[in-house]
């Protein structure tokens, strides 16, 4: 389903540079881990960097001028950075599996005639075999009008002026729309269909306790919308697919909720399926109607790890919201748990919670913060001075950054 191996991010509110892991023609950066977690004080951008993850999103889904005022973004000028001369900018490095060859996409959004636009939309890929060199672009739109070419392999090599394989003229009748969106429905473009497909899988979670206790419409559903307001929907889907690893999963969850002793499924008479919740000390059990803000969100986070057919990519605002401290450092060893040996599936974090930080490697974590400019800079723990080393003896990351040896 792919893995994001690295991204840059130009132009976006107060990120006007940054970047997380390795592009393109980075030689000596790592790429990104499986686990990412963001931090940094309050108003260096970790929310911004959640929204520019929804902002492509959305712009799939929606188009991007749409995309430019969902979520209170307030339109394309409260967007861009101030002051800024050039469009917003994307680029994501991407492999779809270990095997294959790494796809750069790039887009560029900009006004024209008053209205958010796609200046930019390109795809580019290396030979294959080729580690090193140029790589050939094999989708190019400016303004909605460009070329494609079919097929797993081939494109336009413009070092050399070459191009290999089929090729076909694209002119998409609305440039505010991404060039991905309608060849990424066509059959003779499997390199596009997968990445569509991959940001399209994109999770992004604003879980919203009050939403999870509406009563929802019969009905199972794959995946947790981005409030969490399916959660029963979700049990359903989870239950009739595979009944007994549904079970083990309630079970182990179960074990991880802060006074639960037992999680059973109840199938009503219209089929639908609701959860049953027994708290210790009492007899008759509890619906989710009546649960905590804090057991809600633990259990909609330990679901959504579990869950069949994982999502490619989640991004997660600070979880501990609502939780007690002690459960941080188990809910961030659950989440590396859910992630521990497979390829393409990656969660991205932000959070404020030393507990949760403690959990992580140098690796895992990046800091933003803000320059003497006012915009927002980012980088790997691992790159401060001496945090690798206290690591290794010991000293929790979560420790050290509460004690200000950096960030």
């Given at each position: ?19 997380m ?13 499986n ?6 004080q ?99 739109l400016?303004?909605g ?79 947790l ?33 802060p ?5 059973k ?26 649960m ?46 859910s ?5 393409s599936?990656q ?46 003896s010991?000293?929790g ?11």
């Open positions: 389903m792919g893995k994001i191996l690295g991204i840059q991010i130009k132009n976006y509110g107060s990120l006007k540079d940054v970047k892991g390795k592009l393109l023609f980075d030689k000596r950066e790592k790429e990104l881990s686990m990412n977690a963001v931090i940094g309050s108003g260096t951008g970790k929310s911004t960097l959640a929204d520019a993850f929804g902002f492509l999103a959305d712009c799939l889904d929606k188009g991007v001028e749409v995309a430019c005022d969902l979520n209170g973004r307030g339109g394309f000028e409260k967007i861009i950075s101030q002051n800024a001369e050039d469009p917003i900018y994307f680029e994501i490095y991407y492999r779809e599996t270990s095997n294959e060859s790494p796809i750069t996409y790039e887009l560029s959004i900009g006004m024209k005639e008053g209205r958010p636009i796609v200046e930019k939309e390109r795809l580019r890929q290396r030979r294959k075999g080729q580690p090193y060199g140029g790589p050939m672009s094999f989708l190019y400016e303004y009008k460009g070329f494609a070419f079919k097929g797993v392999s081939g494109g336009y090599d413009e070092e050399n002026n070459e191009e290999v394989g089929e090729k076909i003229e694209v002119q998409l009748v609305d440039a505010r729309q991404l060039g991905i969106v309608t060849l990424g429905e066509l059959r003779e473009h499997p390199r596009i269909v997968k990445f569509k497909n991959f940001l399209k899988n994109w999770y992004l979670c604003y879980f919203s306790p009050s939403a999870a206790r509406e009563i929802p419409n019969a009905g199972p559903q794959k995946y919308n981005r409030l969490g307001n399916n959660v029963n929907n979700v049990a359903q889907y989870f239950y009739r697919e595979d009944p007994k690893t549904f079970l083990k999963v309630l079970q182990s969850i179960q074990t991880k909720l006074g639960i002793e037992e999680i499924p109840v199938k009503l008479v219209n089929g639908q399926l609701v959860l049953e919740f027994l708290e210790k000390g009492f007899k008759e059990p509890f619906y989710s109607q009546k905590s803000d804090g057991t809600l969100k633990l259990f909609a986070y330990y679901l959504l790890l579990h869950a069949r057919d994982a999502r490619p990519l989640i991004f997660i605002e600070e979880p501990e919201n609502g939780l007690y401290h002690k459960y941080l450092a188990d809910l961030a060893v659950q989440m590396k748990e992630i521990k040996g497979t390829y599936k969660l991205f974090i932000t959070t404020h919670s030393p507990f949760f930080v403690n959990a992580l490697s140098p690796d895992e974590v990046w800091v933003l913060e803000k320059d003497e400019t006012g915009f927002s800079s980012l980088k790997r723990a691992s790159e401060y001075d001496f945090v690798q080393d206290l690591c290794e010991e000293i990351l979560g420790d050290l950054w509460y004690s200000d040896y950096f960030g």
